[in-house]
């Protein structure tokens, strides 16, 4: 096992081995003969299916080989026990939409895009019990292929590399450069070709003018670049802003959207171009649009989960966003804005689309809040009329499916042991999936203790 530089899981099951502090519930990943019975929680299998009240799954190595209900499951000799009576189990989460590597603290900058930042930001998505996260469409250069190939402990790393807009025209500042910029079909597809090289997770294209201050990616080009993609077996999803723009990428092809129609209702004609396509996926990134949603502070903003990853300025800094000081036609008309967005997730919803949960942290909405904000998405989804357990199955399943994550998404025989203990049931209160009791990836608990030990013993983030 390698040992990386900042503790992830993978560093502090090495240093938990070597002191030989082992509770009984902690055991290195992947130990041999490693056989685990978790009995007694409330077992929320991340498919809409109605929990086990009371129930008993095995995991063998890092993998879930059966589930039941207690007493219904035979043991192994010499398996561990683990009681999780009182507790609730879900699958831990995927977000399908960040942005690594540009914030670090208060700051925001392309000088942060290094290997020990992303690295970090990883241990904390890792930390609040995300799976694994798609970076769409903002990596820069070589380095987030080589994190993904690397970077084998706690969540995965899945990376559009670099998605595709006009030139100067896609992700905000700071991170626009990372995006190409095309203006012919002839160079979408030589830069597809060359993307497609380096096996990107899925290809990210930007088609929103950002009210009429940039240019908006060209028909031809995004038909161009979904053609070519789809050549090399890779999907397209599309940050929009339009329900006209959504229109027409389906026209083209594309596979799915990085964010819902904000502009306008969806109306019929969308509905029925996406009966006739049933994977079409919406990542509906609600964090983003937060301010507006909340209307003013939410009660999350004073609980400790917050201190645990973040400084006081980090906190500070999210918490007067939501004071704002906007004047009252300007907070009306966010506020309808806000209104058809949660109403349009509602109709997609209710029509059977296929619902994913993005939260754009990292990028210019998003801000630093890695793993938090996937939490308080699932939140914003049942704002948006989802009930608690329709936002975890677009939380777990759903954006697994998304990412082609086939082990992950549900808490299933033959999927990877990845999953959150909580103290209190998310199916009463979407907000508990923030009680994180403990947090299990790839069989092995996430030694969180150590993490926030990390965070907390370096000087102020700057
Ligand atoms: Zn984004």
């Excluded at 619902?355 to 948006?384: I, M, P």
């Excluded at 508990?432 to 000087?459: F, L, Q």
Aim: glycine share 10%; net charge positive.
């Amino acid at each position: 096992m390698r040992v990386r530089s900042t503790i992830g899981i993978g560093a502090v099951a090495v240093v938990v081995a070597a002191v030989g502090t082992l509770s009984a519930i902690v055991q290195p990943p992947r130990a041999p003969g490693a056989i685990t019975v978790f009995e007694g929680a409330r077992l929320i299998v991340g498919d809409g299916s109605r929990p086990i009240e009371d129930s008993a799954f095995l995991v063998e190595h890092d993998r879930i080989t059966r589930i039941a209900a207690k007493g219904g499951l035979q043991a192994p000799r010499g398996a561990r026990r683990v009681d999780l009576s009182g507790k609730t189990v879900m699958p831990a989460l995927v977000d399908a939409h960040v942005h690594l590597g540009y914030r670090k603290g208060l700051t925001f900058t392309a000088a942060n895009y290094t290997r020990e930042n992303l690295l970090d930001i990883l241990d904390r998505f890792t930390y609040y019990g995300v799976a694994a996260i798609l970076e769409a469409g903002t990596g820069r250069g070589e380095l987030p292929f080589q994190v993904r190939a690397d970077a084998r402990s706690g969540a995965r790393y899945l990376t559009a590399g670099r998605g595709f807009a006009m030139p100067n025209a896609g992700p905000g500042v700071p991170m626009r450069d990372a995006a190409y910029g095309v203006t012919t079909e002839a160079e979408a597809r030589e830069k597809v070709r060359e993307l497609a090289g380096k096996k990107p997770d899925l290809i990210k294209i930007w088609v929103d003018d950002r009210n009429e201050t940039v240019e908006k990616l060209k028909p031809n080009l995004y038909r161009a670049i979904i053609d070519e993609a789809h050549t090399h077996g890779v999907r397209v999803m599309a940050h929009i802003a339009t329900l006209e723009d959504a229109k027409d990428l389906l026209r083209a092809g594309v596979d799915g959207f990085a964010h819902a129609v904000r502009d306008r209702d969806v109306d019929d004609e969308l509905l029925a171009m996406l009966r006739q396509r049933r994977d079409v996926f919406f990542v509906v990134t609600l964090w983003g649009e937060r301010n507006a949603i909340y209307q003013g502070p939410p009660a999350w903003i004073d609980e400790p989960i917050l201190r645990e990853t973040l400084s006081a300025g980090e906190i500070k800094q999210l918490a007067d966003a939501f004071l704002t000081a906007a004047s009252p036609a300007t907070l009306q008309r966010s506020l309808e804005n806000a209104e058809r967005l949660l109403r349009n997730v509602a109709t997609l919803n209710a029509a059977g689309v296929k619902l994913g949960l993005g939260t754009d942290t990292g990028g210019v909405t998003g801000g630093g809040y890695f793993g938090l904000a996937s939490h308080v998405e699932l939140e914003l989804l049942v704002k948006a009329g989802l009930t608690p357990a329709q936002a975890i199955v677009a939380a777990t399943r759903n954006s697994a499916d998304i990412l082609g994550l086939d082990r992950l998404g549900t808490v299933a025989p033959g999927k990877s042991a990845d999953f959150l203990v909580l103290d209190a049931n998310p199916l009463d209160n979407i907000g508990n999936t923030r009680k994180i009791s403990k947090v299990y990836m790839k069989g092995a608990e996430v030694d969180r203790a150590a993490m926030k030990t990390k965070w907390a013993g370096r000087a102020p983030r700057p």
